[in-house]
């Protein structure tokens, strides 16, 4: 089976099964992040980021969401976000358990993404008691659509945010396919566009379980502490967590799985653009396919052995093809061969 | 000053303020509804919708959704309801709040009014763990443009409700409105079309602050009891609001007052139908008008001491009046001769 | 019936059910607490309080304590009280429910009163991730017990409590039967002692549904609006609820009202007391009594048309009597005769 | 270093480290769980308890604990547990948090371990709406003490919570230590003495993060699918959570391991009993020692390179000691050498 189903049904990268056999070999001081690992991530991140920044390792994308979005959003407020955003669609409420009880307002957009324009027009009731106070804003990058928001746009949405006094975070559950995809630098694409906070994906690109919570200004992370614990997701042997954060980050690990990624995205892409039985639904932009392809080529793909999504049962000639740090070159091609025989 | 602004400014009915005084000059056995009062609004209820219900007094609108809301919603659970209603954007997360963080979906449509279609598009994701779980659809009648749903567009959207296996919710903060415009039964426009829970408003009606969570089929009260203990909403001394509720529920009243306002309402439209500088934006229907009208005459009709809401200030020819059920004719003549002058 | 069970099973005083009526005369600017008096409220209580304090009117006791504590309880935090405490064992877990999740952590200690000491031995985690911060300490003036904190026994309290970081509220449902107990200015028992916030009660000394959140130090009130809003507490025709605590502040009624209470307390306490067949659980130091009598005296009273609490059908010689702004003397006088024929 | 400190300091056991290193050789099906290793789980758990269970996968106790409380405890609902519990002072209120607000009701007892007596004099309020419902007694077995209820005690607390309507959790991070130091069965200890749903630990006993809930009834386990993703607790690369549990259950090593750590701590035990100069605080039963030892004792072990708990800087003689699957007797007998100097 090749499966091109989600990035999250790969295993863990090599790098990063050796970070943790190490961490297993040492005697960590104590438990509960009071080790070496999980003491360097830190010096780690602000390495890569070029900015002091604050870090906290959890071990799934929604603990990384919800645990800043709860930190920075009262329970009477609201938070803006693309109306398939994975926290709005794809976490069962969790930004809403976490805050107790905050409101999603979902922002429409094409091609996974909303403007500027349409977050002001979605500000509204500041200080008026009856109303959600407008919080924060969530931006996911790369989106739910594969699709990326450009430095410009991102810094739009974000000065938007900033005059109405909100905070931004960034899910970036595929944060480095996104920097792979613009060419840009960690730094550009977050604070320097004026993101606050960015939950920064490991899972799906190489980790075993981690994500990496990372705060661009000084925050009393005691909070967030006591806000990891009651979540339950302050594990004492965390430092096989760290272990795997540090590896993805040392020797950019994480880019070059990254561009392996969305290099073999864009080679379907490539190969498939000039077919005329196949079209892309959204744009090629980093490792993330939307196909609309003959129904019999979905059956001849399928029968071959390739796993992904078919998006609907209503419209069976669309799926999802989502390529990862170690989906390989004939799987590739061999994909693409079995649909030269429907052009 | 005459008062369009909300009939929720208006003062207290005298038959309520009477039956408040009543109560006072008797000992009640007990505090906390252990009263006549209290004892006797199941059956009063049950008359009027020709149903054995089981009945909640509360003190709010607000109470009065979210405690049966609560009840029927788990928190990993997802609320429809129209974009533009009460629960979504007028109570602050109260109904996010009272769930534990369930998901309220908002559902767009004309004249504050969704449809059973729209419904049926939006309720996705039964069984999938990782989505919010369709729980309850509420319906607000009148709506918050001051239309109504027909009994059809009713049964419609309770339908497409029942066949998921979704509760479906009557926000009444209106419904005595609701029926005198419909001209219609009480039973016709609630259980009888698939309504499983109603919100029953006295406030806006004549009452000082009472409102009546009135359930069509028998539940398990108890949790509604615990429940409204820990919202803060049990009262000593319930049997003033249950004496409210009672004089609200005895002779008409609710009837009597709702047809009042509905038929200022229409007085005002009547008048004004035919002046081409003014137009209606939604049909009138109940006891609210949205009003387009030249600025000069929101100008004067203020002078002239009216209140009413202006609905934007980048719309400033929008305006919105509610009648009550203690509106003067003597004020809505006043109203639409001055309107006269821009005709 | 002499109903000695509880003062919230009285009515409503004259002076405050006048109030409700001059409110119902006059027209609203507009609702939702737009209004006359809403607005002087906060003046009549700096008045009293010789403080500018920032005042919240509310309807229930439960709603006067919860949104304080909420305000000032992260719901990672702990909030000390006694194990009667209303807060601890009558209200559902309402302050669970409005903090988000806080713990309470229960203190024991003689006559409903906890000390500084166990306060302090109480105290720990503070810094630490896993433990619940220490953030609120609610004192019950009157206590549960009918008893009294002294100045001094408050300062002691609230001086751990600082020294720790902690704020200090005070349930004050029978403050005003405590200021009429202990003799000493509204001021003395509050700020001057180390109180930051009390929640003043009316309903139970005369008013119909109406209590007030009192902040001695400013604090952004917004917070507290919304707050309100989201718990349902937000009502539209606020001013009959401001009426009622206006008419309340207004020529020391609520204190001549608490006065009444225990003085006939106090009455009953003085004719039993050397009666041998009856003793007092606890010291009778405002308007409630403890007391153990023969089974036959409990009997012949119910008899004789006195209705109180029994404590526990394991326990049928203990019996509760509270004394209320409108206890009749020649029933308390009735009650002690009865009595007599035991002695 | 030889750490006692506690047995969550400690790596991760071989056979486990194989599994996960195998199961990363494999190509799971799917992601979420829909592996071989998180499909088998339910039966090799039934195997051991000789039951047809419903499991749980999670990556920490405290997820564990709060997953299978929630789905058992209403937002108004009252939890017993002993006033130590893992639950109530060491999970910074997830509980509280996860139910939406029930109340921790702590009960005293000696080591650690609470009677039946006492859960019931502590029952009550049933009905009331006022007071929270007694919904679940929680069970810490083995206790923070280092103790353990024997089948007796158990049997006694399950039968007086089952008298009352409410359920029973076990919350079994070291539930392997109590079976090895009890000698009796997982079925023997759990459903056969009326436990409805255990946490059963792993991470102590030798797993990087892993435990797992077992329902001893078949429950709807979609409710707590929903809870667990929108806890954030439902991770995409589940089969390397399920992999360990796998290993952990499969040959007993779950026993062998925690024979092993309770031996070294009867070793320890034994070596010491003679040394006037120790005492033990709680009887030592499974693999955590409570010592009283010389203060100059303290600082030489220290010296030497033990870590272990201070338990309090009030009482610097008072320390823990926790053995671990993998600690070694020459380091046992060392530290019981270094005692000898006192003795």
Redo the contacts between chains.
């Keep these: 089976?090749t499966?091109f189903?989600?990035d999250?049904?790969t295993?863990?990268a090599p790098e990063i099964?050796d970070a943790?056999?190490r961490?297993?070999?040492e005697?960590?001081?104590?438990?509960?992040g009071a080790d070496n690992w999980t003491d360097r991530l830190n010096e780690k991140a602000s390495a890569i980021f070029e900015k002091d920044v604050s870090v906290f390792p959890?071990?799934?994308?929604?603990?990384a969401?919800?645990l800043p979005i709860s930190f920075l959003t009262?329970?009477?407020?609201a938070i803006y976000c693309h109306e398939t955003a994975h926290i709005n669609?794809?976490?069962?409420?969790?930004s809403?358990?976490?805050?107790?009880?905050?409101?999603?307002i979902?922002l429409s957009g094409v091609h996974g993404k909303f403007t500027a324009d349409s977050l002001s027009a979605g500000i509204f009731?500041k200080?008026v008691?009856?109303?959600?106070?407008p919080a924060l804003v969530s931006i996911t990058q790369t989106t739910e659509a594969g699709t990326l928001y450009s430095l410009n746009e991102i810094s739009e949405i974000t000065a938007v945010a900033h005059n109405h006094g909100l905070k931004v975070h960034m899910d970036g559950a595929r944060f480095a396919n996104s920097v792979a995809g613009l060419g840009v630098s960690p730094a550009e694409m977050t604070w320097k566009s004026g993101v606050d906070v960015l939950s920064f994906g490991a899972?799906?690109n190489g980790a075993?379980?981690a994500e990496l919570v990372v705060f661009f200004n000084k925050v009393d992370t005691?909070?967030l502490?006591?806000?990891?614990?009651?979540?339950?997701?302050?594990?004492?042997?965390m430092r096989?967590?760290s272990a795997q954060l540090s590896a993805y980050l040392d020797n950019d690990l994480w880019l070059r799985n990254a561009n392996h990624a969305n290099a073999m995205a864009t080679r379907i892409a490539e190969n498939l653009q000039k077919n005329p039985s196949i079209s892309f639904v959204h744009p090629v932009e980093a490792n993330i396919l939307f196909i609309r392809m003959p129904r019999g080529l979905v059956c001849d793909l399928k029968a071959a052995g390739f796993?992904f999504y078919e998006m609907s049962t209503d419209d069976p000639t669309l799926v999802r093809l989502v390529l990862s740090f170690n989906s390989r070159i004939e799987d590739v091609d061999n994909f693409t061969k079995i649909a030269q025989k429907y052009s």
Tied chains: 1, 2, 3, 4.
């Design positions: 089976m499966n189903a989600s999250n049904v295993g863990v099964m943790i056999l961490a297993n070999d005697h960590a001081a104590m438990s509960y959890v071990i799934s994308g929604t603990a969401n919800v009262p329970p009477y407020g669609t794809d976490e069962c409420n969790a809403e358990f976490y805050t107790g009880g905050a409101k999603l979902p009731g200080g008691p009856r109303h959600s106070q899972t799906k075993m379980g005691r909070e502490e006591h806000r990891r614990v009651r979540g339950g997701h302050f594990l004492s042997k096989f967590v796993e």
